[in-house]
């Protein structure tokens, strides 16, 4: 494998200098890297939580009635 220095405004130049095909590429694996590094996150944090017995469904109700409301601010 060879590796060659490169500066982040050589790799922009390079990237504006592609096809768009190329470009819309480069773009997925950036988005899917991203979202690898959200959901790894995610879960780690689900994970650190203590485990939640029990839920009723009046809090679940509760839940989805906060939700709406904060959809419609």
Do not use: F, G, H
Request: glycine share 0%; charged share 25%; aromatic share 2%.
């Amino acid at each position: 494998m060879i590796q060659l220095p490169i500066t982040l405004e050589q790799l922009i130049t390079t990237v504006q200098q592609l096809q768009p095909s190329d470009r819309a590429q480069v773009a997925k694996a950036l988005i899917q890297i991203e979202l690898k590094s959200d959901l790894t996150n995610l879960l780690e944090e689900l994970y650190s939580q203590p485990p939640i017995d029990e839920i009723t469904d009046a809090e679940i109700m509760n839940e989805i009635k906060a939700v709406r409301q904060q959809s419609r601010i």
